[in-house]
């Protein structure tokens, strides 16, 4: 069956570190792979798309790779904050309408 | 302002009562889905409609219905048979286009005692 997976383990790091998170996928090729954050007790909000033929996508101090030989994608924020602490979730998608396959997120913490 | 709305953000039930979850969209979005999220854990998909008076059946339906008689409105209701139910669930919704993001409510914490 489709599997996507993140790493369960909370990510601690120094404020202006970079944090790299991890995002893997087995038994399937999707289309695309996205980013998203979520804070304690709210709904995830977007943050980035990388498609299947896209190797790098970057937003602000955002970065997102997607590697098919790998099946992994990576997801960096570099120069980190404090208020970059949050749970980041990858989902994959495939199929038109949308319907994302999440992984269970990996939390981040940074501190000052 | 534009968005999707989740309500009540909590809701408590008594075992064994059925209890409908609200999610309101003016987004204008075609598609509309239903997660469930235990602590720790990421999201599981329950249902999800893509056009008004259908849906489809997520990898988690069993104990829950739901129906889409308005294209802004996707009610969830959590029944008798869900064996599980406490826990936060979550509207999302989106167009129909691939390669887009979906939008997400606030969420509802559901705990039965």
């Known amino acids: 069956s489709q599997k996507i997976e993140q790493n369960s383990e909370a990510l601690n790091i120094q404020e202006g570190k970079t944090a790299t998170l991890t995002c893997n996928y087995t038994n399937y090729s999707p289309a695309y792979l996205q980013w998203y954050r979520q804070d304690p007790g709210r709904g995830p909000v977007f943050l980035l798309l990388i498609r299947e033929n896209e190797k790098e996508k970057r937003k602000e101090r955002l970065k997102v790779t997607f590697d098919t030989t790998l099946k992994q994608s990576l997801f960096h924020i570099t120069a980190s904050q404090p208020a970059d602490s949050a749970t980041y979730l990858c989902a994959s998608g495939g199929a038109a309408g949308n319907k994302l396959t999440f992984g269970g997120g990996t939390r981040v913490l940074v501190k000052p | 302002d534009g968005g999707i709305t989740q309500s009540p953000k909590y809701l408590f039930r008594k075992e064994g009562q059925n209890v409908t979850l609200s999610c309101e969209q003016n987004l204008n979005h075609d598609a509309m889905y239903w997660y469930r999220q235990d602590p720790g854990q990421g999201l599981r998909l329950i249902y999800y409609?893509?056009?008004?008076?259908?849906?489809q059946k997520g990898d988690i339906a069993e104990g829950y219905s739901v129906s889409r008689e308005k294209k802004e409105s996707f009610p969830l209701t959590v029944t008798s048979a869900q064996k599980n139910p406490t826990a936060f669930y979550l509207c999302a919704s989106s167009t129909l286009t691939m390669n887009t993001e979906a939008f997400f409510g606030q969420g509802t914490r559901l705990t039965v005692v």
């Open positions: 409609s893509q056009i008004v008076n259908d849906f």
